[in-house]
């Protein structure tokens, strides 16, 4: 079975930065799209940012030229690294994956992390 297992999540200072790992286990072949969703308190879950298996990012406006998205196809892991964070950006931050094709097919394409709680402090 699939798991994602998030890390690198915290209490900052504004202006200061944390990175987000994610790791995708459980007899994987391969992962189209992982990507970084957040959700504060009393909002909708938004999407931050995605990358593709071939490297093509896409970043919300509100995290744009602050946060960066990256992966490593060989670990099945994605990354956030986050830069001048502001109190705007605490929230919990879930990782996503969709596009899972496992070694034994499962009918399931998509899997969430349990999300990982990001507090940024003025």
């Known amino acids: 079975q699939v798991q994602l297992v998030e890390s690198g999540g915290g209490l900052v200072r504004a202006g200061g930065s944390l990175r987000l790992s994610c790791t995708a286990s459980g007899g994987i072949f391969s992962i189209n799209v992982m990507g970084w969703f957040r959700q504060a308190p009393g909002k909708q879950r938004e999407l931050i940012a995605t990358?593709?298996?071939?490297?093509?990012?896409n970043v919300a406006d509100s995290v744009k030229g602050r946060f960066t998205i990256s992966r490593d196809n060989a670990k099945n892991t994605v990354y956030l690294q986050m830069n001048s964070l502001i109190p705007e950006d605490t929230a919990v931050y879930y990782c996503?994956?969709?596009?899972?094709?496992?070694?034994?097919?499962?009918?399931?394409?998509?899997?969430w992390g349990q999300g990982t709680q990001v507090t940024v402090s003025s």
């Open positions: 996503s994956v969709n596009g899972v094709r496992t070694i034994t097919p499962t009918g399931v394409t998509t899997y």
């Open positions: 990358i593709t298996s071939g490297g093509s990012t």
